[in-house]
């Protein structure tokens, strides 16, 4: 079954590239970014973010996002090692847990727990098919009549390259220190009820917004980016919150003992 947890290293190492394709900034360089001081109605009150400019807002928000001890990721993304599109939904820590879902257009679902030194992963038969495409017909029959569908476990050891990737601080990595020039400052919104602030930026036919909570720490609340023509939208949320990491109930078939 080191399929399986192959499978599972690719598509937790997919969705850290999907974030950084998203949230990578641009290095355009457009017009100079004007910095806020009065809010656009004339009230005579100060906007939020006052004085800073959109390179500014972006540097501050991706700071407080990389500095995060744990975050919860969602959204459908690109795959670029296959061209389809990837479903996720994944919260992670800087301690190498998580716990989530990842989901392949077309190859099923998967869903992942990766806690103290065990890896638990639950793969439907569709999954376990298309991740196993490969080997004979009566193989496969095999490992769907045995795991399909019923959460197993395996050292996490033995998954060293998918607790790697479960980990906060690698998939945020490159963000660190991240170019942000030709960020601009956008304007004041909400997502889902939750006050933000709007930074965009272009490069050739591309274009990404970044929503930054305004109330709190300026995390990233959201990243929308269209590249070809293509949206992608990211949504951020769970900051600095427990991974939901407990043992999954019911039947558990143990691999390494197989």
Known sequence: MRSSTRTAARLTAAAATAVL???????????????????????????????????????????????????????????????????????????????????????GTMEIIRTGKTLYMKLDEKSLRAQNKDQDKATVDAMVDMIGGKWAKTSAEGAADVAEMCNVDTVLDELEGASTAGSKRGKETELAGTPAFTVTAKEGKGSTTMYVATEGKPYLLQVDTTESGSPVSLKFSDYDKPVPTGAPKGEIVDLDNL
């Open 21 to 107: 394709l998203v949230t990578g900034c641009q290095s355009g360089t457009d017009a100079k970014d004007s910095k806020g001081s009065k809010d656009s109605k004339g009230s005579g009150q100060e906007e939020v973010f006052a004085g800073l400019s959109g390179e500014q807002i972006a540097d501050k928000a991706l700071k407080a996002t990389t500095d995060a001890e744990s975050l919860r990721f969602a959204g459908s993304v690109p795959d670029e090692e296959t061209g389809k599109t990837m479903t996720l939904d994944i919260a992670m820590n800087n301690k190498g847990e998580c716990a989530g879902t990842v989901s392949p257009e077309g190859e």
